[in-house]
């Protein structure tokens, strides 16, 4: 006997935007898009439509009586102080602070680490609503001046200036239309290195696509228009450019970026050399390049060229070619993730079964020892100079919030530096990590997290949540909002999908271009064996996904809508064949291949999720959410494909969507918006699941 549906007696009275008369040939195929027209953010038609589905999405979210206690109790355990790793830089010591409901942390500084720490940039003075964020900072070699970049409402366009660190007083420096770029000192202090585009239209400034990427020098004390120009590429569009100084203060070492690829390419320029000129030391995009550091001419680099999970090789730049190069730490079973020189000696970080293992080494590769943890989780950090003997790591799991300590590389011991009260017992929450097969037979590790006590009768509501792409990781971390759903009785599974970057570069692959849907089918799989494991039912799963973890969850629920009881789609690329004609989409197509290849149009139309709404069929409790100011993943997937969803269900469950104003893709978004955003998520799962809070 099924039950009867909750939403049966509720009718969902949706908006009505007009469907144009725009066809679209791709290779012969003719595609529709009616409602190309969302693409247009500012236009009164969308805003119209904007304001008409936030009233039906907050009228709903409004009558659900868990919202408020979810909202309060969310509020309650975010009030923590939450520590950032301190790092040091010339005589001061830097790091990162949350009282525990400011909606950004505070940048302090202090001499040493038992003096009271002084305020060095605070960013919730720099707007009411704390929509403007700290996006990039960098400190000169002595500690004197800080540079900071700024976003807007969430936006990718930084503003970056400078501050005085001993006045806390800003310069007159300011660097504008900065994007994917951090900033890096020229050693004597004078100024730093910086990438920018050209000044965009400001009408189209948060959907134009961005193209040709600069790297400048900015000189303290001059106005931007003065900045050297230090590399461009007329003839490469689509290069962007990352300069960072290395540690000896010789050398500029620039990082030749293409999109998303994790390919790159390694040029350098002797700083210490007049008009000294640019040298492409790596000219082929064949490989990833990470710069370690280096001894005079002999550059240190991680790579996975002919080492998927990655190695250390040497170069010597005086005798480059590839034939002298030497392997100093060669390819491990672990997936090495980044790499570092303290007290002389290499720290490497590496993911297994995507958690964290760090890794001591000396400078010829011979292994020293393994640092330990408490347990399995992430661990972050490990930063400073390459004679320091001290640094800082921060280790979380799923019920372990970050924990900072000091290590000591010396004496090889770990102290708590710093380390939060949330108000929880992690001892009533176990974590477990099974392996389950795919449908090709791809073995994928999947973590559960729970209560204890645990009734594995079919009936728990699960969270199943994803990312799947860009060689990204999903390791174990800590979530105020996820504890709350673990404390309503609710499961949380997170596998780790092909596409990511667990395994190495070819696990990464495998889930790219024409292998996109292996991730589906590895997400689909999880869902698949936690029913049949008795965890849970269709009817009370839940899956969810930001970003391309959106557009897993778009095409997951096309694909197989009776298999999830709901899905929330966040700020997801969801229209596969215009992905690239916004903003920074055009580099995802390393990624997910382009419509204007034959075949990868025929692979991107079969997952497509705007292109693969079937008008008549029942689909899941959708809410989508996305924001007006995210131009990462332009607002346009999400409208267009909340209209064409509403068009084309017909069952009684409701498909809605969220539209946050004054907010981005994510990053630096304020904690007061971050709470209301998922006490709207719990209740919109407690009322469509049919969960007893």
Request: glycine residues 8%.
């Amino acid at each position: 006997m099924t039950e009867p549906n909750q939403f049966s007696s509720q009718t969902f009275v949706y908006p009505q935007p007009h469907q144009a008369n725009q066809v679209d040939d791709y290779h012969g195929t003719q595609v529709a898009d009616p409602y190309r027209w969302l693409e247009d953010p500012d236009s009164d038609e969308t805003k119209a439509w904007i304001e008409a589905e936030n009233k039906l999405t907050f009228g709903l979210l409004e009558t659900i009586p868990a919202r408020d206690r979810l909202k309060q109790r969310l509020t309650q355990l975010w009030n923590y102080e939450k520590y950032g790793i301190p790092f040091k830089q010339g005589e001061r010591y830097f790091y990162f602070k949350n009282d525990g409901l400011q909606n950004q942390s505070v940048l302090y500084t202090l001499k040493a680490l038992e003096d009271e720490p002084v305020v060095l940039l605070d960013p919730n003075t720099l707007s009411e609503d704390g929509t403007v964020a700290l996006s990039g900072l960098s400190i000169s070699e002595d500690g004197q001046h800080l540079a900071y970049g700024l976003s807007i409402s969430g936006s990718d366009w930084q503003e970056w200036k400078v501050r005085a660190v001993e006045t806390g007083t800003d310069t007159d420096d300011r660097v504008q239309w900065v994007k994917f770029s951090g900033a890096s000192w020229t050693h004597d202090g004078k100024g730093f290195f910086y990438s920018r585009y050209d000044e965009p239209d400001e009408k189209s400034k948060l959907e134009a696509v961005n193209y040709y990427q600069k790297l400048y020098y900015h000189r303290l004390g001059t106005p931007q228009s003065d900045d050297t120009l230090i590399y461009e590429r007329p003839d490469q569009k689509d290069w962007g450019f990352g300069g960072g100084v290395s540690e000896d203060g010789r050398f500029l070492i620039i990082s030749v970026w293409l999109g998303t690829d994790p390919r790159n390419l390694v040029f350098y320029k002797d700083l210490t050399i007049a008009n000294a000129p640019i040298v492409e030391l790596i000219n082929t995009f064949e490989a990833s390049y990470s710069f370690i550091d280096n001894d005079g001419d002999r550059f240190w680099f991680s790579t996975d060229l002919e080492a998927p999970r990655s190695r250390v090789v040497a170069i010597d730049t005086t005798n480059p070619d590839r034939a002298h190069w030497q392997e100093v730490i060669p390819q491990a079973a672990e997936t090495l993730e980044g790499v570092g020189i303290l007290n002389n000696q290499f720290v490497a970080s590496y993911l297994k079964d995507a958690h964290s293992q760090v890794k001591l080494f000396d400078l010829n590769g011979t292994p020293i020892r393994d640092v330990e943890f408490p347990g399995l989780g992430s661990v972050g950090g490990f930063g400073g100079k390459r004679h320091d003997t001290e640094t800082f790591y921060s280790f979380t799991s799923f019920t372990t919030p970050a924990t900072i300590y000091r290590y000591d590389l010396v004496k090889n011991e770990s102290r708590v530096f710093r380390q939060p009260n949330v108000d929880f017992n992690p001892d009533d929450y176990e974590t477990k990590q099974v392996f389950y097969s795919s449908k090709d037979g791809t073995q994928i590790p999947m973590f559960i997290v729970h209560k204890k006590g645990l009734v594995l009768d079919g009936t728990n509501p699960t969270f199943l949540y994803g990312y799947g792409g860009f060689g990204v990781s999903l390791t174990p971390s800590f979530s105020v909002s996820t504890l709350v759903w673990l404390e309503m009785g609710g499961i949380l599974a997170e596998p780790s999908l092909r596409g990511g970057g667990e395994y190495g570069e070819d696990w990464h692959q495998a889930g790219t271009k024409l292998k996109k849907q292996n991730v589906f089918d590895d997400f689909i799989a999880a869902a698949e064996w936690l029913i049949d494991h008795k965890y849970t039912s269709p009817k009370k799963l839940a899956i969810a996904g930001g970003s391309n973890g959106g557009l897993l969850v778009g095409a997951c629920m096309t694909q197989r809508p009776k298999l999830f009881g709901a899905a929330l789609p966040a700020v997801g690329v969801m229209d596969m064949l215009r992905f690239h004609k916004f903003t920074i989409g055009w580099a995802w197509i390393s990624e997910y291949g382009t419509p204007e290849n034959a075949d990868e149009f025929k692979a991107l139309y079969a997952y497509s999720p705007l292109h693969n709404l079937k008008a008549g069929a029942s689909y899941p409790a959708t809410l989508i959410t996305t924001a007006d100011h995210d131009d990462r993943v332009v607002p346009a997937h999400s409208f267009k494909f909340a209209a064409a969803l509403q068009a084309a269900h017909k069952g009684d469950a409701p498909v809605m969507i969220r539209i946050e104003t004054k907010a981005g893709h994510g990053a630096g978004k304020p904690t007061a918006k971050i709470i209301e955003e998922s006490a709207d998520k719990w209740a919109f799962l407690v009322k469509v699941l049919a969960i007893e809070s």
